[in-house]
């Protein structure tokens, strides 16, 4: 049991530069999660899904898109980076239904756009 | 104002310490609340739940102060393991999904 797996681990980029960040679970969760994690703040979501083929924007979803096309599988892309996403990105996962639950977190990867 | 509040840190113990880190959150309409670790350059992990009673899990006690909004959590006997930074989370139901918000967590430092 892998449970949330995160690739690349880490990754650099310039300015205006694409990619993709891919995030695999096999605990069978409904939904699933991207947040970033920036020094002095806490973790912040930018989008979230509920399960598979559906996505929603989080609290900082401007500059990134995601996609799920299969249950185990989130993507997120950032079309043209930008320095301001230099940033840790987290991966999590979790059940539904319940208000008490717990989210599972990948590893994350780390980003550089200079 | 921060939805979740909490001390940065660092708190520097010495083994065998009490410390204890405290948490404020805004949002009166908070239904649940969690402590959670990061060990440096790590993911985040589920440590405790907080329920209104009060709660214990070994040398860990968390306690919720609905009225103040106010989170804590108490270690006693640090041990060098604990130290990592722990994160106070709270999480409310908002535009359609159970929403966690994390505060930027407190930093522990346990020294020999």
């Known amino acids: 049991n892998a449970g949330v797996t995160q690739t690349p681990k880490f990754r650099v980029l310039k300015t205006g530069q694409s990619m993709t960040l891919l995030c695999a679970q096999d605990m069978n969760h409904e939904y699933m999660y991207w947040y970033r994690q920036d020094p002095g703040m806490g973790l912040r979501l930018i989008h979230y899904s509920v399960g598979e083929g559906t996505t929603a924007k989080g609290e900082v979803p401007d500059g990134y898109n995601v996609s799920r096309l299969k249950k185990q599988n989130f993507l997120l892309g950032l079309e043209s980076a930008a320095p301001s996403q230099t940033s840790v990105y987290f991966c999590?996962?979790?059940?539904?239904?319940?208000?008490?639950?717990?989210?599972?977190f990948g590893p994350g990867t780390r980003l550089t756009v200079t | 104002r921060k939805e979740v509040e909490q001390d940065p840190g660092p708190f520097n113990v010495p083994e065998g310490a009490t410390v204890a880190f405290n948490c404020t959150y805004s949002n009166s309409a908070s239904q649940s609340f969690f402590w959670y670790r990061q060990d440096c350059r790590k993911e985040p992990k589920l440590l405790m739940s907080v329920y209104s009673s009060g709660n214990e899990d070994g040398r860990f006690t968390a306690q919720l102060n609905r009225a103040s909004q106010y989170i804590s959590l108490l270690i006693r006997d640090s041990k060098l393991s604990d130290s990592a930074t722990y994160l106070c989370v709270v999480n409310f139901y908002s535009g359609g999904y159970n929403k966690l918000i994390f505060g930027a967590g407190t930093r522990l430092a346990v020294h020999p």
């Open positions: 999590a996962s979790s059940y539904t239904t319940t208000e008490d639950y717990e989210q599972y």
